[in-house]
Nanobody
């Protein structure tokens, strides 16, 4: 079984920062890419960032310059560092992984985590 487990969500004030983590049950190099989506209830999920196994990255325009995706291969973990957070960033953040190459923003994800809640409010 492949499992992705997100953590690090929570409450933060506007302008603050947060880092969410995604720990995989297998080597992250088992995947062609890993990435992050977010979803607000009643709205379509948004692809935010992706990182390939050869270090290419993609970002959504809404988060480019504020969010950074990275990995720690030894820990089988991918991170999303979120800076200058805004109320509209409030969502459930999901980790994804795939075994196929992608054309951004279509990630063709094969695996999804359970999500971690991020709430930005004053």
């Amino acid at each position: 079984q492949v499992q992705l487990l997100e953590s690090g969500g929570g409450d933060v004030q506007p302008g603050g920062s947060l880092r969410v983590s995604c720990a995989a049950s297998v080597s992250i190099f088992s995947f062609v890419f890993m990435g992050w989506y977010r979803q607000v209830p009643g709205k379509q999920r948004e692809p935010l960032a992706a990182l390939t196994n050869n270090d290419n990255t993609n970002y959504a325009d809404a988060v480019k310059g504020r969010f950074t995706i990275s990995r720690d291969s030894a820990m089988n973990t991918v991170y999303l560092q979120m800076n200058d957070l805004k109320p509209e960033d409030t969502a459930i953040y999901y980790c994804v992984a795939g075994r196929y190459t992608y054309t951004w923003p279509n990630l063709s994800s094969d695996y999804w985590g359970q999500g971690t809640q991020v709430t930005v409010s004053s």
